[in-house]
């Protein structure tokens, strides 16, 4: 069992890889609640994935996607996993650019007390030119 | 589903050999999951084990190995937190192997 298999592919460490060179801005942009669909989910593993290439990645959270980093979520009663402290984990990938629209949290009530990790509340406009600015936006 | 047994308990893995229910990881499934990949558990192998399990707790995710040894040499020293060392307790790649006998899923990342 494994040993073969783990001998063929282990040993790859991201550490000792040389980046390409090219630095892309990437934004990866989450309109949807947390749970019920499976875009949260999907977008936060990319979004760590991504963090392996040594991109220039940051998050934008809109609509209903201010939701998934909200504080105190409870998914015992829909019976899926929790998933909201990884994104306490971003942090240690070195992806600190999470961005978070001040009109989105406004609709729903909210305010950056309520969010579990460190965010930048910008107004619509400011998010769009922040969008603007990427190389690559992948909305979920 | 493959299972393993350990002291007469049966536990499923997934194809890999990962255990499926981390609730279920205890030292004693621990140790025969470091026999199965060929690792001879030494309090230093223990301590890195334990370090994963514990970020698992707190993140709900196994680290890619880069941030694992950033974290390591964060808790446990410098000495400790660089790809040499955990590369020497666990020949076929800390993250995988480690994580492995820590109960923990493959880490995301882990390509």
């Keep these: 069992m494994g040993a073969e298999m783990t001998e063929a592919t282990g040993g ?5 890889e040389e980046a390409s060179g090219v630095v892309k801005k990437f934004m990866f942009v989450n309109r949807k609640a947390p749970y019920g669909t499976i875009y949260a989910l999907e977008a ?8 392996a290439f040594d991109q220039d990645v940051s998050l934008a959270f809109l609509d209903d996607g201010v939701y998934q980093i909200i504080k105190g979520q409870h998914t015992k009663a829909i019976d899926v996993k929790n998933f909201s402290p990884t994104y306490r984990a971003l942090e240690g990938y070195d992806i600190e650019k999470l961005y978070v629209e001040k009109e989105s949290l406004d609709q729903r009530g909210l305010t ?12 619509s406009a400011e998010m769009a030119k922040m ?8 909305s979920f | 589903m493959p299972t393993i047994e350990v002291g007469g308990k049966n536990y499923e893995t997934d ?35 334990n370090f994963l399990r514990e970020y698992y707790n ?12 950033k974290a390591i040499g964060k808790k446990l020293g410098a000495e400790k937190g ?22 923990l899923p493959k880490p995301t990342g882990c390509i």
């Design chain 1, 12 to 16: 790859i460490d991201f550490e000792d």
């Design chain 1, 44 to 51: 936060l593993e990319v979004v760590l994935i991504s963090a």
């Design chain 1, 112 to 123: 950056e007390d309520d969010l579990l990790v460190d965010v930048q509340v910008m107004s």
């Design chain 1, 131 to 138: 969008m603007s600015e990427q190389d690559i936006v992948i």
């Design chain 2, 15 to 49: 194809e890999e050999g990962y255990l499926i229910n981390l609730g279920e990881w205890n030292e004693e499934v621990g140790a025969y999951l470091a026999i199965e990949e060929k690792v001879e558990m030494t309090p230093s192998h223990w301590e890195v084990v």
């Design chain 2, 58 to 69: 707190d993140y709900q995710i196994a680290p890619a190995i880069r941030v694992l040894t």
């Design chain 2, 82 to 103: 660089n790809s040499k060392y955990l590369y020497e307790l666990f020949p076929y790649g800390p993250a995988k192997q480690a994580c492995k006998i820590a109960g």
